[in-house]
């Protein structure tokens, strides 16, 4: 695609529920980053691949947050057991390098409500 | 962890008029950069800037890295209501990947006609 896709746009879920993100980067790049962004605040890192594995997690907030990209390439973001605090847009970047000056390009972001 | 600090944190004004926007660290920045966001969209990059006292100019937008290296400004001449919008600056720290930004809290800017 043109852009950075990421789905849903918007999700809804019960507290303790389970909850996939899901993050289709631009072709070509390598590098591929979750943001999480709270209503009033600026975008938090929270996860780096570059290709298929995790080259810096130390965002995640806790181990009910995980992230994968098996194939270097699409990524998911996965949440277990919601609490309303993780109610949150989700970003989600790539580039085509994790090193040098790579521009970012963000996707329009999930949406998350932890009712 | 290095934090950012913008001000002002909300600035309403009239098209026509000039803006300048603040981004400070009590620490140093390897690099710093400006966004745009629009409500339902990602952050944009507007630039990057790099060397201390480097000044970059985007048609009506001025950006300024202080000498050293530890503040930086946004300067928009004759607002237009398109320029509305969430204005962020970001970092990164030494040694990290590019990537792994450190955001500041954003100025929401409003451009009424």
């Known amino acids: 695609g043109a852009g950075v896709s990421q789905t849903p746009s918007n999700k809804v879920t019960e507290k303790g529920k389970y909850v996939e993100l899901r993050c289709d980067p631009i072709?070509?790049?390598?590098?591929l980053y979750w943001y999480r962004q709270s209503l009033g605040q600026g975008p938090e890192f929270l996860i780096y691949?570059?290709?298929?594995?995790?080259?810096?997690d130390s965002g995640l907030p806790n181990d009910r947050f995980f992230a994968v990209r098996p194939e270097g390439s699409v990524s998911t973001l996965k949440i277990q057991r919601t609490e309303r605090g993780d109610s949150a847009v989700y970003l989600c970047?790539?580039?085509?390098?994790?090193f040098g000056t790579g521009e970012l390009f963000f996707g329009e972001g999930s949406r998350l409500t932890v009712l | 962890t290095q934090l950012l600090e913008q001000s002002p944190q909300f600035l309403s004004i009239q098209e026509g008029e000039n803006l300048t926007v603040y981004c400070n660290s009590s620490?140093?920045?390897?690099?710093l950069q400006w966004y745009r966001q629009e409500p339902g969209e990602g952050p944009v990059l507007l630039v990057t800037?790099?060397?201390?006292?480097e000044v970059k100019k985007l048609k009506r937008l001025t950006f300024q890295f202080g000498d050293a290296r530890k503040d930086s400004s946004l300067h928009i001449t004759a607002a237009q209501p398109g320029d509305t919008g969430l204005y962020l600056c970001?970092?990164?720290?030494?040694?990290?990947?590019?990537?792994?930004?450190?955001f500041g809290q954003g100025t929401i800017l409003t451009v009424h006609p």
């Open positions: 970001a970092s990164t720290r030494p040694g990290t990947s590019y990537g792994k930004l450190t």
């Open positions: 970047a790539s580039s085509r390098a994790g």
């Open positions: 620490s140093v920045f390897s690099s």
């Open positions: 072709s070509g790049h390598t590098a």
């Open positions: 800037v790099v060397t201390g006292g």
């Open positions: 691949f570059q290709g298929t594995g995790a080259a810096d």
